[in-house]
């Protein structure tokens, strides 16, 4: 390419040297890197001090808190919410070949015979909801809840299942619901995470920590799992011979050698550390008190079924009132269970003595405390179950065409029993809510649309419901 600059006349390519034109361009490697240096600087210096901090919704918000009971292994909701008159008639019998077309179970062949509902319902309340005999608690205050029997999902395996119900996706690495909302919206609390986590029952949940993980946002949004007893997070205490001194000293030194790195490259992650170490250190205090509910009266442990000292389900929706009061953002209770592929009976008897008083008790001390009006309290889990038999006549496999779920406070319109399922409880036949538009809805009553709370990444803005989602405003007040 021919040069046209004096200074080049009579020079050819080979001739021009790398150490001149660095020399004499301005583009030193000094100068390279003072330039780096005051650009990361700049945007250290525009970046929010604390990443936790509280932010305005985008609209005026019906709720700012949410406690999401996840039930992990998918509830029956033939079983516990959508009692079938025709699938008790026909128990025994082939299903009928055009509603198996395309169908794909899970592990059954779908040509198994159905199975009848294994339990009584009656109607409750003002409302008159139709609740299984396993769920007494929550039939004392159905009317302050919304029933969603128009539930639908595209995943038909746990992990998968669970990952959409959480992340918005199937795929492993995208931000979990929890942290889209920390990042919406921060947290009113500066002594206790922004979003946590607790799991009770058999095991944990099949997605693992990406149901709660940050993905491509920050780390500072992801959940903080905390035990029921004890430490809530292990290594909280100092060990023997470090006092809080101590410990203040040695904290404020690394501060301030992370601020030091922070102003160089202008990491977040950066950021994040910063903020976890204050965030253990106030913890210290914080975090022993909240977890005493030794100081709640008996009537309240006894309405929850709480037991001080012993890790349940019953101490988790506990310990998620005392943390929404204290201006916790989002929390989680994951009770894994529910996956009743055989002992259909005797297990899901067992899930709902373990969770059902609790669950009830919690939006019962929610609205008796004023908090309910502002905490949206969702309850389910990844789809629902089949209502052909696995396990001999003692078991559902999984099914992602229809299931239940349940929702109260935060805007929620109470009393109302949304959506329904064909006479065998198959499919959605009226009033079909998928998972995205779960999500659409819950960032709706936040204070956002769903389509604007967004995070580049990789190139594009991504966002909780992708490229979906439609707001069920038949389940807003």
């Known amino acids: 390419m021919p040069c046209h600059d004096a200074q080049f006349r009579g020079f050819t390519p080979k001739q021009i040297s790398r150490r001149w034109f660095f020399e004499q361009c301005g583009v030193g490697l000094g100068a390279v890197a003072l330039s780096e240096l005051f650009g990361a600087t700049a945007k250290a210096e525009t970046a929010p001090a604390d990443p936790l901090a509280p932010k305005p919704p985008q609209f005026p918000a019906k709720a700012k808190?949410?406690?999401?009971?996840?039930?992990?292994?998918?509830?029956?909701?033939?079983?516990?919410?959508?009692?079938k008159p025709q699938l008790a008639k026909y128990n025994g019998t082939n299903p009928p070949p055009e509603l198996l077309k395309g169908y794909r179970a899970a592990f059954i062949n779908p040509n198994s015979k159905l199975l009848g509902p294994k339990f009584k319902f009656a109607k409750y309340g003002q409302s008159g909801a139709e609740l299984s005999e396993l769920l007494p608690n929550l039939a004392t205050i159905v009317d302050d809840i919304a029933i969603v029997k128009g539930m639908y999902t595209d995943a038909f395996n746990h992990a998968p299942g669970q990952l959409l119900m959480n992340t918005g996706t199937m795929q492993f690495g995208r931000p979990s619901m929890g942290a889209w909302v920390t990042y919406g919206l921060g947290s009113e609390s500066r002594d206790l995470p922004a979003f946590v986590v607790f799991s009770s029952g058999k095991k944990g949940p099949s997605g693992g920590d990406s149901c709660w993980g940050s993905g491509f946002l920050p780390t500072v949004y992801q959940g903080v799992q905390f035990r029921s007893a004890g430490?809530?997070?292990?290594?909280?205490?100092?060990?023997?011979?470090?006092?809080?001194?101590?410990?203040?000293?040695?904290?404020?030194?690394?501060?301030?050698?992370?601020?030091?790195?922070?102003?160089?490259?202008g990491d977040p992650e950066i950021a994040t550390r910063i903020n976890s170490f204050e965030m253990a250190f106030r913890m210290q205090s914080s975090a022993p008190e909240l977890m005493d509910i030794s100081k709640e009266s008996?009537?309240?442990?006894?309405?929850?079924?709480?037991?001080?000292?012993?890790?349940?389900?019953?101490?988790?929706?506990?310990l998620a009132r005392r943390l929404v009061e204290r201006g916790v953002r989002f929390v989680?209770?994951?009770?894994?269970?529910?996956?009743?592929?055989?002992?259909?009976?005797?297990?899901?008897?067992?899930?709902?003595?373990?969770?059902?008083?609790?669950a009830a008790a919690l939006i019962r001390d929610l609205k008796q405390r004023g908090l309910l009006d502002h905490t949206l309290v969702v309850w389910g889990g990844e789809f629902g179950r089949t209502p052909m038999m696995q396990g001999g006549d003692d078991g559902r496999d999984h099914h992602p065409n229809a299931f239940t779920m349940w929702m109260a406070g935060g805007g929620i319109k109470p009393g109302i029993t949304l959506g329904e399922t064909d006479d065998l409880g198959f499919n959605v036949v009226k009033d079909k809510v998928h998972v995205h538009d779960l999500h659409a809805t819950m960032l709706q009553l936040l204070g956002f649309d769903h389509t604007k709370l967004t995070y580049k990444f990789q190139g594009r803005p991504f966002r909780l419901t992708d490229v979906h989602g439609e707001v069920v405003k038949e389940l807003m007040a």
């Open 231 to 265: 430490d809530p997070v292990l290594y909280l205490s100092n060990p023997a011979g470090i006092d809080n001194q101590v410990q203040r000293d040695s904290l404020d030194s690394i501060r301030r050698l992370n601020q030091m790195r922070l102003g160089a490259t």
């Open 298 to 318: 008996k009537a309240t442990l006894d309405m929850y079924g709480a037991e001080p000292g012993k890790p349940s389900f019953a101490n988790d929706c506990l």
């Open 65 to 83: 808190n949410v406690i999401f009971l996840f039930m992990a292994g998918a509830p029956s909701h033939l079983e516990l919410f959508d009692y």
């Open 332 to 358: 989680q209770l994951y009770h894994e269970a529910w996956d009743q592929h055989s002992q259909l009976v005797k297990d899901i008897t067992q899930n709902c003595h373990d969770t059902d008083r609790a």
